[in-house]
Structure formats: structure tokens, C-alpha cells
Antibody, heavy 121, light 108 residues
């Protein structure tokens, strides 16, 4: 069965960086795009970007351009999301989510458990 | 980018009642590329509907989606206790994909 297991909670100071991992299992890793979505406390869902695990190609939401980097390590079926220059309003739960089919349409059917990133001085 | 506005913000109903949730887009959503997700506290979102009206695998048939263009509806025909949650719509027909702000469905 498809599983996405994310790394644990992080506490960071303003200006620091965070790197969240998402380990996939139960399917062909290279075959499905992976997206990152975040959710601030008590707020809605915000799309950050996506990575093609096969090529490593990425697309980022304009809001995060220059601050976010998504990468992958195919040898261990893991994708990463790094966010730099953290601010207090980056405090959120960060989710990785896999698309439902090889059409790669961003219909997100499988989600990680979420990683809470807290930015506080 | 397309802005999705969901209404109402909160819907208070009783089990067994019918729920109607609305999602309105600021521009036409291409190819009816609209999805609905359910999220319970402390959990990741769960895909319910894609392509405006297709149920995802394992989703009960009391959930249905409809609409096109700029106006979309999620209907839950008879509410079960486990249906009380927050619901989000998402458009993926135009880049960047965007989500609505959510509708909280609470027990009356």
C-alpha cells in the first residue's frame, strides 16, 4: 500500500532554514509527481510546489520562489522540501502529497502525516 | 491566479440531514478540474471528489459533486457522524492550483 512518511517536528529560529523529508513506499517512486502543501495553525491549505521524482524538475508557487527548494533521492525513494529565511508566519504543518495517477494532474490522493515546523525566537 | 470562495464558512446540521457546500471560482475552471477534500482535526486532507463529480476510491456514494465553469457544489445526502469536518475545494485547471478557504461542517 502507498505510504508517505515524513520527518519529525522541527523548531527553528527566524532566519534559519528547515529541510523536511518524505519517504515513499508501496509504489514506483519515479512514476508520480509529489507536491508540498502547508497549513498554518487554524488556517487553510496552501500549495507550495511540486517535484517530478523522475527528472528532478520542479515548479514552485510564486510566493515561495527563491526560498524553497524541492529535491529527491531516488535511491531511497525520498523527496525533500527545504525552506530558507524562515519567519514566524512560516509556522505550519507541512504535507507531502502524491498525485493520484500517472497523468500527473495535481489530484492529491496520498498524503504524508504532516510535519509541524515552528518558527520562534 | 484563481481565487476560490467557499460558502458558508460554517454549516451547522444534524446527522441524517443533507449538506450542500458551495465553491465559487473567480474565473472559469478549465476542464472542470475541481476537487474536494475532507479534513478532520489532526489529520491530513482526504480526497473525496475530482473532476468536479468523480468520487475517489472508497468514498461513499452519499458524497456527490456537481458544477462547472465557476460554480461547484459538494452534496452529502445524509450526514453520518463521521462526516463532520472541514471541507476544501481545489482547482487544478489553471496554474497555480489553488484551494478554497474551507467550510466547517459542525454538528447542530
Amino acid at each position: 500500500q502507498v505510504q508517505l512518511v515524513q520527518s519529525g517536528a522541527e523548531v527553528k529560529k527566524p532566519g534559519a532554514s528547515v529541510k523536511v523529508s518524505c519517504k515513499a513506499s508501496g509504489y514506483t517512486f519515479n512514476g508520480y509527481y509529489m507536491h508540498w502543501v502547508r497549513q498554518a495553525p487554524g488556517q487553510g491549505l496552501e500549495w507550495m510546489g511540486r517535484i517530478n521524482p523522475n527528472s528532478g524538475g520542479t515548479n514552485y508557487a510564486q510566493k515561495f520562489q527563491g526560498r524553497v527548494t524541492m529535491t529527491r533521492d531516488t535511491s531511497i525513494s525520498t523527496v525533500y522540501m527545504e525552506l530558507t529565511s524562515l519567519r514566524s508566519d512560516d509556522t505550519a504543518v507541512y504535507y507531502c502529497a502524491r498525485v493520484v495517477s500517472t497523468t500527473q494532474l495535481p489530484i492529491l490522493n496520498y498524503w504524508g502525516q504532516g510535519t509541524l515546523v515552528t518558527v520562534s525566537s | 491566479e484563481i481565487v476560490l470562495t467557499q460558502s458558508p464558512g460554517t454549516l451547522s446540521l444534524s446527522p441524517g440531514e443533507r449538506a450542500t457546500l458551495s465553491c465559487r471560482a473567480s474565473q472559469t475552471v478549465g476542464s472542470t478540474y475541481l476537487a474536494w477534500y475532507q479534513q478532520k482535526p489532526g489529520q491530513a486532507p482526504r480526497l473525496l471528489i475530482f473532476g468536479a463529480s468523480s468520487r475517489a476510491t472508497g468514498i461513499p456514494d452519499r458524497f456527490s459533486g456537481s458544477g462547472s465553469g465557476t460554480d461547484f457544489i459538494l452534496t452529502i445526502s445524509r450526514l453520518e457522524p463521521e462526516d463532520f469536518a472541514v471541507y476544501y475545494c481545489q482547482q487544478y485547471g489553471n496554474s497555480p492550483q489553488t484551494f478554497g478557504q474551507g467550510t466547517k461542517l459542525e454538528i447542530k
